[in-house]
């Protein structure tokens, strides 16, 4: 059983286009987490929510918003895409906010845009 | 604000060999300090945590090292295998805004030839 799955593994769309990737986990966890690895490979936070809290990155474009429905899925919605948006998307999931529990990732979903 | 950087950015060894992967971070003030493996296309998979009081974790032939004071923390891979090929990230996990979100370094791309 995949632990955090996310989809579509890929997608590609047009500038100005309004898109959502999709997390679900299954581990019970309580804290979820989307990060962005840019064309270089370099791996950055962009949001950590429980049912608590949602801590956003500073430097996320407010284009880019998190949704809850419940505490298995964290789903990443994106408007106006622009061609920096192209990367890998990860989602991952921790219990307790990973203070001494390691974090879960997905496969990601790679997003590209014409 | 924290960074972290890991040395060597790829490195290739012979089968058998053992090898040591550098991660160093300019925060002390961390919870944890954790390595992941990242395979082509893939997610990251946890390999190791090592929590702010410890000085180090091993499973199987892998041995993280953590030394606050200096800010750093090594990778230690016994009689390496080509299937140990991948990309190794470290990341730290500090105190202040959310305690669960990591902060990544560059990885290490790691080929072991057969």
């Known amino acids: 059983d995949t632990a955090v799955s996310q989809t579509p593994k890929y997608l590609v769309t047009q500038m100005g286009n309004d898109k959502s990737i999709k997390c679900e986990q299954n581990l019970g966890h309580d804290t979820m987490y989307w990060y962005k690895q840019d064309s270089k490979k370099f791996l950055k936070i962009m949001f950590s929510?429980?049912?608590?809290?949602?801590?956003i990155n500073e430097t996320v474009p407010n284009r880019f918003s998190p949704k809850s429905p419940d505490k298995a899925h964290l789903n990443l919605h994106i408007n106006s895409l622009e061609l920096g948006d192209s990367a890998v998307y990860f989602c991952?999931?921790?219990?307790?906010?990973?203070?001494?529990?390691?974090?879960?990732f997905g496969d990601g979903t790679r997003l590209s845009i014409l | 604000k924290q960074e972290v950087t890991q040395i060597p950015a790829a490195l290739s060894v012979p089968e058998g060999e053992n090898l040591v992967l550098n991660c160093s971070f300019t925060?002390?003030?961390?919870?944890?300090l954790q390595w992941f493996r990242q395979d082509p296309g893939k997610g990251l998979t946890s390999l190791l945590l090592i929590q702010s009081s410890q000085r180090e974790q091993t499973s199987g032939r892998l041995n993280a090292s953590l030394d606050k004071s200096s800010g750093r923390s090594t990778l230690y891979i016994a009689a390496s295998q080509p299937g140990d090929s991948a990309t190794y990230l470290c990341a730290a996990s500090n105190y202040g805004g959310s305690q669960g979100n990591l902060i990544f370094g560059k990885g290490t791309k790691l080929s072991v030839k057969p």
């Open positions: 925060d002390s003030a961390i919870y944890n």
């Open positions: 991952a999931s921790s219990q307790g906010g990973a203070v001494n529990q390691p974090q879960h």
């Open positions: 929510y429980n049912n608590k809290e949602l801590i």
